[in-house]
């Protein structure tokens, strides 16, 4: 079975699973604070609705660590619904710290619902997570699920360490650029690097595997952001399916950016005037180019990238779901389609 | 031991495990990431320390239910900063969401370090308290760690559920007088129940006596938020330790204004109207009185903390800890002092 045969068989159940997290809260005189996170989850009806469902990356990727390690995959559901979630209840508080009005096309919650409801239906997703994941109780035993439901909360932990970061290099230019590791670390790798190490957990992987797929997943991580960063500067729409504004418009503190400002070139002088205009864009792009800054991001994503797909041999994966996590892989580094 | 010997014996314990707790985001780059959780918890240097630490109410009713179950406080200390995390985890959500500038005569977090850290510290001070008590595994067993993980994150989402009412209420006057009981369940009353709930797991007393403590903690609760409505409008501000503003003015929906809203009588025309001036207050206050809404209120009051003090002698506490959950009721509940 391909990534996509292996997708199909997955998605149903994880959709499952997390319609029965959320639906706890559907109670009488609690109609609309469900609304609220179905909306988030896209759950709405409408034409749209599977892609605003998303890619539910981080629950294929501990689904498929988990079989590629030799376990079932249906005793690893209660994680793969709780690691969506954490993911979810982010980008709820997320959106309301960038103060961003849209997410997927659709206004966020708070843009919806207003910032005090949105906190609360953050927080409501969060002990959702939490609750889905000491279900593992029932598909495996009380010492994974203690197990799990701990190092969830450390990465949980670690996110808000993460965001820490990104909110202080907000208002200062004033870090080197091994300053990004850390935040990046915290924002993007440690969950899918949690999603490798549940999966592999609840599998029963030796340690060695078990470690190598928690550096396969963090390297995946790391690189996808790295990635991430350039096609917010140099990408095509379409490819991203994201908005059309470029990272230079909205000051995010990118790895070319930063990187950029380390150098206190040209790039680095307009920045630290004051935000970038849309007319400057182009000129200010083809600067970041000029003074390497590209190049030197792509350097990163390439070497992270190959050290994420050794690890992945190093993990061993088996049968068809080890060959799908290579496919995942190059899919979210943009190396295939 | 008297209630204020075994709070003093309880609170070193209490504070020790507090900083263990909070002290594991102290790491490089992230020092005021922890000094704003330092900060909210009253741990700043200075005269007023004592004072901003608060009453610690819950982890001394938790290890005082757990003596007077049979069991070891010390077992228990993981459990009492679980709680005391999650209720500051709400405090620094509830200031954002309520746009309080100050607790306890500082500056809110969020005041002070923004909106965006402060969600994210909320978030933080969440996991942490999650955390917390997954280390009951060290001085209980995996059974009981799993158990009052899912208690506590339980509880966490009943305060999300009282806290969407509560800010839905905020903007209408539709609704009746039952209304009332799931907002102050979930505010107040679900933590204080967890508390007795997670105190008796540990102890391992038995089920009737166990849930003669849980029905203790929450009638508890709901007779202390109906005492503290009467005092926010009828109160003197010493007394509260609170500022000095009438909860008339900040338009909360408290019990007597609900009752009050209910009879569709002079007051509740006044409110229908639109925000209340100072100067209106003392007259409101009057009317409110006159309408029947503070007898009304202490009457709940006064039933609901007879029911907790008949649920606590159903529990059989035993020894002084037992003597001193009486005491901790009736000053809770200012019938004492």
């Known amino acids: ?63 498929l660590v988990t079989e590629a390690g030799g376990g079932d995959f249906q005793a690893a559901l209660p ?42 239906a953050g927080d409501a997703m969060f002990s959702l997570a939490h609750l889905a994941i000491l279900r593992l109780n ?12 701990r190092q969830l909360q450390e990465t949980c932990l670690q996110l808000t360490h993460g965001q820490y970061l990104d909110l202080a ?23 899918l690097s949690t999603c490798a190490d549940l999966g592999a957990l609840i599998a029963g992987v030796p340690e060695d595997l078990h470690t190598a797929y928690v550096k396969f997943a963090e390297q995946l991580g790391l690189a996808f952001q790295v990635q991430d960063d350039i096609l917010g500067i140099w990408g095509d729409d ?51 180019e000029a003074e390497g800054a590209r190049l030197y991001a792509q350097n990163h994503a390439d070497e992270l990238t190959d050290q994420a797909l050794r690890s992945l041999r190093n993990a061993k994966p088996q049968g068809s779901a080890g060959e799908a996590l290579d496919e995942l892989a190059l899919q979210l580094l943009s190396r295939s389609n």
């Open 1 to 63: 079975m391909s990534l996509s045969d292996l997708s199909a068989k997955y998605l149903p159940h994880i959709e499952e699973e997390l319609h029965r997290s959320i639906q706890i809260t559907l109670q009488p005189g609690l109609e609309d604070n469900y609304a609220m996170l179905a909306y988030h989850m896209g759950w709405e009806s409408g034409p749209s609705q599977t892609n605003l469902i998303g890619k539910r990356i981080r629950p294929l990727l501990l689904l």
């Open 79 to 120: 994680a793969a619904a709780a690691v969506e979630l954490v993911h979810n209840f982010s980008l709820i508080h997320d959106d309301i710290q960038d103060q961003s009005p849209t997410r997927r096309g659709r206004d966020t919650v708070w843009k919806r619902w207003g910032i005090a409801q949105a906190i609360n």
């Open 138 to 149: 029932e598909t495996t035993n009380l010492e994974i699920a203690l197990k799990a439901s």
């Open 169 to 191: 290099y907000e208002s200062t230019n004033q870090f080197g650029v091994e300053a990004y590791w850390p935040m990046i670390k915290g924002k993007t790798a440690a969950l």
């Open 238 to 288: 379409q490819r991203m399916g994201k908005s059309s504004k470029s990272d230079l418009l909205t000051g995010k503190k990118s790895l070319p950016v930063i990187y950029a400002l380390s150098l206190n070139g040209e790039f680095a002088h307009r920045w630290m005037e004051g935000p970038v205009s849309q007319a400057e864009i182009p000129s200010l792009t083809i600067l970041l």
